[in-house]
């Protein structure tokens, strides 16, 4: 689960992580307003949307307009949320549909000193999170990574224990700090990777992570996401939530209990088990297709799962035929043959529809799908399905 910047901004601050002050706002009045609340001369108008590259991000109605700007008046602060609210902002990371643009966070302008970069994920090779750092703040990652690898610092930590202090003043030696930054480092450090883990983080990101001219550390950005399957844990959280910062159909499959991701295919998939529905996508992709999504309906595949699973494929305008791979094993295959048949009449599928069973009282299945009297290819196996299902597209 993703969250908005001034979200994360706001968690950061109830843990005593330094971030600057901010107010959120959906009117360009109440950015003007909220300009003058924060009494400076410089603030920083900051689009709201899940997604990163923000600054240099541009509005697909305003080219050559950023989502991020610099203001030294209410009237400027007025003047861009203005442009800026209900506008669709296009980033490296939305791809070129963009998301709109509904709410802004209006920020104090700080004394910046250095620009650095900061993220955390979980190394699953290492079994534990790693603190990543960079002194090319400001910069997409993946780019410094790519031409300069040797800027880019790592330092694992165990989960239990949190990061100590001795890695973080390592961390901060390691990129120039001296005196009064170095303690400020170790306090931000240690925090922001404790911070990742009790709140059962998939990934933190600060970039640009600054040094303020008195030496302090200060999170400038907030990327945030957290691990999905521990949300049960963390009921805080789950009302941070925008829904309309998601995908429809995949907030429709989890809100039915389907396992679903969409992807850039036109070959849908209907899987029950995760393993297998991966297995299903590659084979599709070694034949020559493209998988439209990933989608898992569990072990128990009812009627009402395949129903809903079918509409939810069929909702992509991009899938051309559907792929459905069953395996009876919790469930028998002429029981799941019985389900596809009422979400088969339910839904209207008007795609080529191949079916492929395999597990207890699968002969059953085949005949009963035989006798059907239904447009639908049935498969042998994994690999004849994959061929097929690609061979209806081919014509």
Do not use: W
Request: aromatic share 6%; charged share 25%.
């Amino acid at each position: 689960m993703k969250i908005h910047e001034y979200q994360g901004k706001q968690l950061f601050r109830e843990c005593g992580i330094p971030v600057p002050r901010g107010i959120v706002v959906k009117t360009p009045e109440e950015a003007a307003a909220a300009y003058k609340e924060l009494g400076g001369s410089l603030a920083v108008v900051k689009s709201q949307i899940h997604a990163g590259g923000r600054g240099k991000g541009t509005f697909i109605e305003q080219p050559d307009q950023n989502g991020v700007v610099l203001v030294r008046s209410a009237e400027e602060a007025q003047a861009n949320a203005e442009r800026m609210l209900g506008n669709t902002l296009v980033t490296i990371q939305t791809g070129p549909e963009g998301k709109q643009v509904t709410t802004l966070f209006v920020e104090e302008g700080l004394d910046i000193a250095r620009e650095l970069y900061l993220g955390i994920v979980v190394d699953r090779e290492q079994d534990c999170p790693v603190l990543i750092m960079s002194s090319e703040g400001g910069m997409e990652i993946e780019v410094v990574a790519e031409k300069s690898p040797e800027k880019i610092l790592n330092e694992y930590y165990d989960a239990a224990l949190g990061l100590m202090p001795y890695q973080a003043r390592n961390l901060a030696f390691a990129l120039g700090m001296e005196g009064k930054t170095v303690r400020s480092a170790e306090k931000f450090l240690t925090k922001i990777c404790k911070f990742f883990v009790d709140n059962d983080c998939s990934m933190a990101e600060i970039n640009p992570l600054i040094v303020t001219g008195d030496g302090e550390l200060v999170a400038l950005d907030a990327k945030v996401s957290f691990d999905d399957n521990a949300m049960f844990r963390h009921k805080n959280l789950l009302e941070l939530r925008d829904l309309s910062e998601e995908d429809p159909s995949e907030v429709q499959a989890q809100d039915a209990g389907l396992s679903y991701v969409n992807l850039d295919g036109n070959i849908g998939c209907l899987v029950n088990g995760a393993g297998l529905a991966m297995s299903t996508m590659d084979l599709i992709k070694l034949h020559g297709g493209e998988p439209a999504n990933f989608l898992d309906v569990g072990g128990g595949a009812s009627v009402e799962a395949v129903t809903e699973a079918f509409r939810i494929i069929l909702a992509d305008k991009n899938v051309k035929a559907v792929l459905v791979n069953i395996f009876g094993g919790i469930m028998k295959c002429d029981v799941i043959v019985e389900a596809l048949m009422i979400a088969y009449d339910k839904v209207g599928i008007t795609v080529p529809l191949v079916v492929r069973l395999e597990g207890t009282n699968v002969d059953i299945a085949r005949e009963m799908l035989g006798n059907s009297g239904k447009d639908i290819i049935t498969a042998s196996d994994l690999t004849d399905a994959a061929q097929k299902v690609v061979g209806t597209l081919a014509g």
